[in-house]
Structures are given as structure tokens and as C-alpha cells.
């Protein structure tokens, strides 16, 4: 891999570029899935991809192939060459980054570990998922999604000034579904789990926890509506970030799409929240000691005490808005140059899970729409959800079928409880402590 | 006459198709395709980027009794080919005694015409100058409107198939998507419109896309939004106006059609052919054959000509959409509908251009029936959780309707039910029918689809708001 991007490097300047940067991506997957008693899904994969960044006469081009051939790696760059020409001219991004001396190969036990599990007992492992979810008796009507994969990746980025870093990674990801039935009544929930060897998945996990959210919320119905308390589960509380992350992003505030663009140091959350990116994580699934531009990364405050403390750049970011590089750049072998954040770490706040969990609440373990029932811009979110009515301590009524919605700028203002323990989600990407957000509108009956 | 796409030598697709059924598999099936792609996308009224790039890969299918092996490579050798069919059938393999005699190759008319295809060097400064346009016309909406985002995407796919019943087929396929979105801003209070029309073709389809009617829609869409009251809570009456109102269909009832979930009795419709599943006023379609449509297709991808497919007649089921794998374990005829986004997936059974068919009330009649409920003009997205036919979508510009009349625009309306019970809800059907793009995610990945329908009403559906 390294002689091939060296090569296309070569190739790149000596067809007038002046700068250019090569990420290769090589990969191996394989995916069961297991139906009915029998593996209905096997598959594998070997793959490859090469992306290629240039500057010329101070603009700039991307382009891609996933064929190594000498002829394709050269239609490569005549795309991004001829494709530069259209381009704006950019003042502030360059391929800058050079060997700062630290390893070139970031491989480590927190990325890659040796695992010796034989194909056959990946398979027996994805057949005793759905066995073991129809095992658990009558109301189990099915388990019709199960799967168990393994994907290993390594990835060089490399520049014209001689920038060279590897990373290979593996890691291993199991699920399950349990969909029961009773008296005409349906509910299915899902599970995964995640780890970098297989012995790390949690795969009884993933059935009793489907098995019994599907059990519990089988005669759910409708909360009345109002408003609520509400505390998410860590999966879903991952993913209500998730939705909203681009209010960290430089690239967005310089596109104008970023409704924080001008709220650097200013209060944004609940002065008892601080969020980290942080890339070292240990523990964490997407373990990384650098960015897409090959500079190291360490671990970044976004949210000091409820005050919005920096955003997340790249090195063209940085420039353009005068302000520290701190490594969060996000570039896949297809895109051009944007940010991206790593691995979403909270401190522990001052509350008890007690405290979280007082009174009254709704117990959110599924929510549905968040790719479509979220607006960026404004805050707003509404989407669909299920869950549990809690009231001091015990679950008093399975909910479903409601909508829950909110302004998220505004309920993390005024969150009302921060837990003093630190729990991650079932990827182990998301590390948080319990949040209670206080009056959300849920619509049921 | 169709193109010759010729991306793997025909001895070497026999001796791989031949390794396969030596090792004993019923079926066996090469998907090789290349696909080319091109981005622009124009911000600050400047040229942000410009994207493109080659994908070329194999797809193989070995097919054992129920079960599918698949596995797939970017390296077109013989011997990486043989390599996966061998890995793939580790567990399963046994002697076999077949092989295969000779491919019949397969001529097919060119339906979907694209004449300013990715082939064809049209100037990529007439595109930015397009895009150009649509960003001009959208800020000239309103000084309100602070960001513009407007591009486009093409894609030429080619694709050839290969199988052990002696298939050969290929097809290319031409996309086009422009997009449109705007963001407006009033003090603290910010709001976004977005549009994106898109069709089986070339650049061509940009002739029929007027710019300026493009950044308007999308510009008042954003000024509309920007100071809406907020959405009443709770069960109410709701239209849903046509085009991508059919998302409504599409997540409620079409991911419910697919033999995927059918074929696993994870669909609440699975034993429900031939009775009644919605109102009679319901008849609903899913057509691959539409010239130029977006979700529109020559052949599937297991090399299927596609077809039209009537679904629901009257309120009856009628039809599933069926691939080989779910004609296998349904029984139900092959409909034309294994889909899958690349050579990455297994095709599995998807929708097309899929839609209610028009009706004969106006929408002014339609919400002035409505004393109390919601006029939903333009849908977002949503998700379905096929086991229980649960769904919830977004609607993108709403109204209030009080006393039979719109009083005034509303923001974040969701709506949530389940499959079966919403077609039920459904009363009246419109005669204003129209399609709309859109991008489908599932079990074979993210494929083009259409979804449509005239306007409808629901008497009786949740709505989540503030």
C-alpha cells in the first residue's frame, strides 16, 4: 500500500499538482446472518479504495477508484486534476501536514487484537441467537433479525512531503431481535453489542435484553399527552446527540449552517454538562491517535460547563476562522476535506441516578425517525417512541405509540438532573452519564 | 438495442459460475458493476466541490437450498473469484454434478434514454452555472434567506449479470438528482426548506427543472417554516398532499409488500393475500416501468425485466413484491424486484416507483371536511419497523386546517401509527396525483425510489408536536 501511494503521489505531481495526498483503504468483512434454524446470510468481502486530494494553481480536487489498475489510478487523477479547475480558489486549505515524529503505524491493542475464533464458531455463535431468543418460550414469536460480523480495515494516509501513517483495525459487532406476540398484539426490539475480539461481544446480552423490552412493551399504549419528564436510554441518548453533533462542526459555521456559529463561550447547556472528544478513549470502539489529515489528535473539551469552548477543525478550518488546529479532520477516500468527531465522552455530573430517575417519568428505550424528525437549524425534533412510565422507581405502564418533541437547544438548558456515574452505550462510542430533560411534549392520547 | 457493457469476459464468469456449481450450489450468480459518479455542490454562491470517482466490483451469489452465501471484491481476476466462491462455501459445500452450457445473452430495447449521460462530456461549467441559477433564485425569495445550498449528483451505473441458469444480462443506468435546500433566519429563530427532484436520466432532465420555480419553492418553504406556530398534539384528522406524501405509503405499507419481511412472517401482512387491507378506496401500484422515473429499472438485479406490479385493488392485496430468494420461500411468482444498491449487497426484494393511484376528490374538498386537524403540503422522511408495521415520518411544511379551512403554517409535525391501521384510516383519495424521489434504506442498502400519490385524508392518525 505504501509503494501504491507513493506512486499515485509521483504520478499526481508530475501531471502538474502541486500538492496531493493519497488515503488507501483495503478491508475484509464477513457478515452471518442466521433465519429459521439456518445461517440464511454468509458473507465476505475484500475490498479497496484509493482517494486522492490535490491542490493546483491554489485549487482543489478529489476524486476516487476502486480499481488498482494502472489505467484507472491515472483516470483518477485526470478527474481530480480537470475537476480543480472549477473549483474555488482556497486560500486556507493546503496539504500541509508533515511527520511529526510519531509512529507511523498506529496499530495498538486498543485498535487491533489477536483473536483466534474459528469461522465455524461464529456461526454455531450467530445460530444460538435466535435459538436462544426462541428458546425463551411462547410469547416469542420470532427472532427475525440475527447477525454477526467481522470486519478488518487498514488505512494509510499519506502526502507529498512525506507524511506516512497506518492504522489496521478490527472489530467484531453481534445483534438480535425478538418479536413477540400475544392476544393480537405485536412488539419486536432489537439489541447489539460490540467489541474487538469476539470473546468481547456480549451476545446473551443482546437476547435478554431483546427478549424482555419486547415482553415489556407488549401491551403497551398511549401515555396521555402533556409533558414529561424524560430519560433516554444510553443508546438512544447516543443517538439524540448524534443527531444534533453538527453545532461542533467549524465547516458548518463557515457554510452558515451551524446555529452555535456565534456561540463560542457562551452558555449552551446546563453549566453542570461537559462533553470531550475524545479519540483515546480507551475502551472505546473508534480508538484513533490521528486524523484524516495524518496530524495527532487528543482529546478536545466542546462543552465546558455548560459554555460552548471550541469547535471542531481541521487544519483549513483552523485557518479560515483563526483558530488552533485541533485534528478533528474527517476524509474518507471518496469525500474532500470536512471534520468530524470521534468518540462523545461526558464527565459525571453532580446527581445520583436517583436523583435522575425521581418522580415521575418516561423511560425511553426505542425511538423511531431520528434521521427524518430532526431539524439542525431550529432544534426541533419530533419522533416516535416507546418506552416506560416510571413513577418513584417502579414501571407503571408500558408506553408506545407516542411522540415525543422538544427543542433540543432549549431542553439542554434546562436539563433537570446529571447522574455522578458514567455508562456506555451498547457500540461503545458514546460515553455519558443519565440526563433528565425536563418537559418534553409527548403526544398519546 | 441495448449498449454492449461488456466488465468481465464471459469464459471467465463460466469458470467461476462453474467452480460454484461444482462445490455443489444450487444456483450461482455473478453481479459486476461499475459505476461512475460526479458531485457539485455550490455554497456561499461559490463552488464548494466538485466529487466523483469509479466503483467497480463482483458481487457472488451461491445459493444452498434456503440459505444465501454472498461475498464480493473489487478484484476481477479469476482466481480472487474463485478464491471467495471457495470461502463462501466452506460449510456447505458437496459434490456436484451440473455445469453450466453456455450463456444466452440477452438484448434489451434501451427504455430509460439518457442523451447528456456521464459518457457524454457536457461542460461542467454549464452545470455550475445551472446550480448558479437555483442559488441566485432561492436567495431572491427573501433577505431572510442567510444560506443557499443547491447541487447535483450523476451517476452512471452499469451493471452485467451472470448466472447458472445461463443469464447474461446488462444494463446501464443514468441518474440524475439536483437538490435545493435554503436556510432562513429571523433574530434567534432559524428555519430550512429543501427540494430534490431527480430522474432516471441525464443532465438533460435539467431542461424541464426550471431553476428559478426550484429556488423559490425551497425559499418560501424556509420563509413559511421560519415563524410557524407551534404543531397541535394528539389525535386528529390529516391530509397529506400528493408526491412525496406517498412516503406515508411507502413506510406504512410498502416496506410491509417485501418478500424480505414476508418471506420471514415478519410483516404483519404476510397472510393476507387476497383480503381486504385497506379502505376500498385504496388501489396502490409499484411500477418499475415508468420512462425515466427515478425508481424506474430495465432489468432488476438478479437480471429480471422489470414489470408493473398492481398491489392493492379496492382495498385488497393482490400482490407482493417478489425476488427469486422470496419466490423461493413464498411461493409467490418473481416480480422484478430484487434491488440492491451495489455490488456490495444481496439483492433482496424492493420497491420501484411505488404509489396510490389518483382518486376523484379535490384537495379544496378534502379539507373542508375537516373541522379540527392538520394539512400536511410537503412530507419528510421516516422508518418502519416491519415486525409490527410501527412507523412515524415528518412533515416538512404543514397547516393548521380549522373549520374546513387552513388558518395558518405549523413546524415539526410527526406522524406516527402502524401499517394496517392507518390504510384503514384512510377515506378519501384525491385526483391531483404526482411522484416524487426519493432514497431508500434497507436490508440490500439504499436504493432510488418514487414515491407517490394524490392527496389523501386519514380521519383519525397520531400527531406529535408541542
Redesign the interface.
Known sequence: MKQTAQHIIDQALAMGANECEVIISKGRSLSLKA??G????????????A?VRIKKDGKL????????DEA?LK??LQ?AI???K???TSEYESISATNDGSNEDATCEHTWKEDKTS??QK?AAVLKLEGDVLAKGSPF??A??NGLSENESEKIIANHLGLFKSIKRRYFSGYT?A?AERDGK???HYYGTAGLTFSELDLDKCVNVSCDQALSLIDGS?VS?GQYAVVFDQDNLAELWGAFLRVFSAKAAI???N?WAKKLDQKVANSALTLIDDPRYVGAMGYQTFDDEGIACHALTLIDKGNLSNFLHNSATAKEMNQKNNARAGRGP???LAVSSTQLAFLAGNDTDQDVKANEYLEIVSL??L???V?V??G?????GSGFLVKNGVRVQAV????????FYELILDLGAIGNKVYANSDRSFFSPMMRFENI????? | MSVAIQLLDKQSAKSVIDYGLFLGADFVELFVEKTQNQSIKILNSKVDDIGGGVDFGIGIRLVYGPKVLYGFTNNPTEEELKKIVMTLATTDKKSGLKTLSDFTTKDLAIIHKASLSLHNAYPLDAKIQWLMSLDKATRTVSDKIVQVVSSSMQKCQQVEIFNSEGLHISEERNYIRIMGQAVAQDGTEQSSGYDAPGALRGWEFTDALNPNQLGELVGKQAMTKLNAASCPAGRMPVIIDNAFGGVIFHEACGHLLETTSVAKKASVFHDKMDTLIANPCVSAVDDGTIENEWGSISIDDEGMETQKTQLIKNGVLTSFMVDKMGAQKTGFARTGSGRRQSYRFAPASRMRNTFIEAGHSTLEEMISTVKDGIYCKKMGGGSVQPGTGEFNFNAQESYLIKNGKIEKPIKSATLISTGPEVLKQISMVGNNFALAAGMCGSVSGSVPTTVGQPAIKVDDILVGGR
Do not use: C, W
Not at chain 1, 61 to 68: L, P
Open positions: 433465519n429459521e439456518a445461517l440464511e446470510e454468509h458473507k465476505v468481502s475484500g475490498t479497496q479504495i482517494g480536487g478529489t476524486s476516487y477508484s476502486e480499481s488498482f484507472s483516470s483518477m478527474t480537470e475537476t480543480s472549477y473549483s474555488k469461522d465455524e456461526v414469536k420470532s427475525p433479525y431481535s418479536l405485536q412488539s419486536m398511549p399527552t457554510d452558515k449552517v446555529p471518496r469525500g474532500s423511531q425517525g434521521h427524518s424528525g431539524d437549524i431550529s426541533d425534533f419530533s419522533f416516535g408506545r405509540n407516542v411522540t415525543i418533541s422538544g427543542n411534549s409527548v403526544a398519546g392520547k
